[in-house]
C-alpha cells in the first residue's frame, strides 16, 4: 500500500511540473469515465439453495455501474501514464416478502440484504498507436489498491444470518480500448479492462471523456 501510494504521489507531481508542453504529442489530462463492472461468480447465498427459502423472494444481481475520475501525461505518440480513483458498481442481494399495507397496496418488505462494493486507487502504464490523425489504439497495465465490503447470506443454526466482511489488497489490471480525438482539447474512448477484487473477477466496459491540457 506504502509503495502504490508513493507511485500515485510520483505521478501526481510530474504531472503537475510538466502542465506546459509544447508538442502536440505531449500533453497532460484529466478525465472521468462511466463503467459498467460484471463480476464472475459472485455468490451471495453460499451454501443456501435460493428454491428453499420460499415463501420468501430472493434476487441478485452481478453487474453494475460505477465510475472513475483520472489524470495523466502523455509523454509522446505512444506512452502515456495515469493515476486515478473508481467506485466500482455495487453489486447486491436482497431477500423480501410480499406483503399488503394499510391501503391494500403489495409491497416489498426487506429481511435482509446485502452489497459486493469497492473504492479503489490505481496507477498505469498506457500504450497508444495511432491509427490516423484521430483515431487510435490503447492498452494498459497496472496496479490497483481497492478496499472491499463482501455482505454474504448463510445458514444460522436456527435462522439464516448475513455476514459481512472488509478487506484490502492490490490487483493487476490490464485493458484495451478504441479512442477518437475531436479535436486538441477533447477526446473519448471506449476501454475493456479487467482485474480481480476480492477474490472476485471484475471486467468492466467504460467510455471516458479526457480533456487534454
Do not use: C
Given at each position: 500500500?506504502?509503495?502504490?501510494?508513493?507511485?500515485?504521489?510520483?505521478?501526481?507531481?510530474?504531472?503537475?511540473?510538466?502542465?506546459?508542453a509544447s508538442d502536440?504529442?505531449?500533453?497532460?489530462?484529466?478525465?472521468?469515465?462511466?463503467?459498467?463492472?460484471?463480476?464472475?461468480?459472485?455468490?451471495?447465498?453460499?451454501?443456501?439453495?435460493?428454491?428453499?427459502?420460499?415463501?420468501?423472494?430472493?434476487?441478485?444481481?452481478?453487474?453494475?455501474?460505477?465510475?472513475?475520475?483520472?489524470?495523466?501525461?502523455?509523454?509522446?505518440?505512444?506512452?502515456?501514464?495515469?493515476?486515478?480513483?473508481?467506485?466500482?458498481?455495487?453489486?447486491?442481494?436482497?431477500?423480501?416478502?410480499?406483503?399488503?399495507?394499510?391501503?391494500?397496496?403489495?409491497?416489498?418488505?426487506?429481511?435482509?440484504?446485502?452489497?459486493?462494493?469497492?473504492?479503489?486507487?490505481?496507477?498505469?502504464?498506457?500504450?497508444t498507436f495511432p491509427?490516423?490523425?484521430?483515431?487510435?489504439?490503447?492498452?494498459?497495465?497496472?496496479?490497483?489498491?481497492?478496499?472491499?465490503?463482501?455482505?454474504?447470506?448463510?445458514?444460522?443454526?436456527?435462522?439464516?444470518?448475513?455476514?459481512?466482511?472488509?478487506?484490502?489488497?492490490?490487483?493487476?489490471?490490464s485493458g484495451i480500448?478504441?479512442?477518437?480525438?475531436?479535436?486538441?482539447?477533447?477526446?473519448?474512448?471506449?476501454?475493456?479492462?479487467?482485474?480481480?477484487?476480492?477474490?472476485?473477477?471484475?471486467?468492466?466496459?467504460?467510455?471516458?471523456?479526457?480533456?487534454?491540457?
Amino acid at each position: 500500500m506504502k509503495l502504490f501510494r508513493e507511485i500515485i504521489l510520483g505521478s501526481l507531481s510530474y504531472i503537475s511540473i510538466n502542465a506546459a508542453a509544447s508538442d502536440f504529442n505531449q500533453f497532460d489530462y484529466l478525465g472521468i469515465s462511466f463503467q459498467n463492472h460484471s463480476y464472475e461468480s459472485l455468490n451471495f447465498s453460499p451454501g443456501i439453495d435460493a428454491t428453499e427459502l420460499e415463501p420468501l423472494i430472493y434476487k441478485s444481481s452481478s453487474s453494475a455501474r460505477g465510475y472513475r475520475v483520472f489524470v495523466g501525461h502523455q509523454f509522446n505518440q505512444y506512452v502515456a501514464v495515469e493515476a486515478g480513483v473508481t467506485s466500482f458498481g455495487k453489486a447486491s442481494f436482497s431477500l423480501f416478502e410480499k406483503g399488503v399495507d394499510s391501503a391494500g397496496k403489495v409491497k416489498n418488505n426487506t429481511i435482509y440484504d446485502g452489497q459486493f462494493k469497492t473504492l479503489a486507487g490505481d496507477a498505469r502504464i498506457i500504450g497508444t498507436f495511432p491509427l490516423s490523425d484521430s483515431l487510435f489504439l490503447k492498452a494498459h497495465l497496472g496496479a490497483l489498491a481497492w478496499d472491499n465490503d463482501f455482505t454474504v447470506l448463510v445458514q444460522g443454526q436456527e435462522q439464516l444470518l448475513v455476514e459481512k466482511s472488509s478487506d484490502t489488497g492490490i490487483s493487476l489490471l490490464s485493458g484495451i480500448g478504441l479512442g477518437y480525438g475531436f479535436n486538441k482539447v477533447v477526446a473519448v474512448s471506449l476501454d475493456f479492462e479487467k482485474t480481480e477484487i476480492a477474490d472476485i473477477t471484475n471486467q468492466s466496459l467504460g467510455l471516458s471523456v479526457f480533456l487534454r491540457f
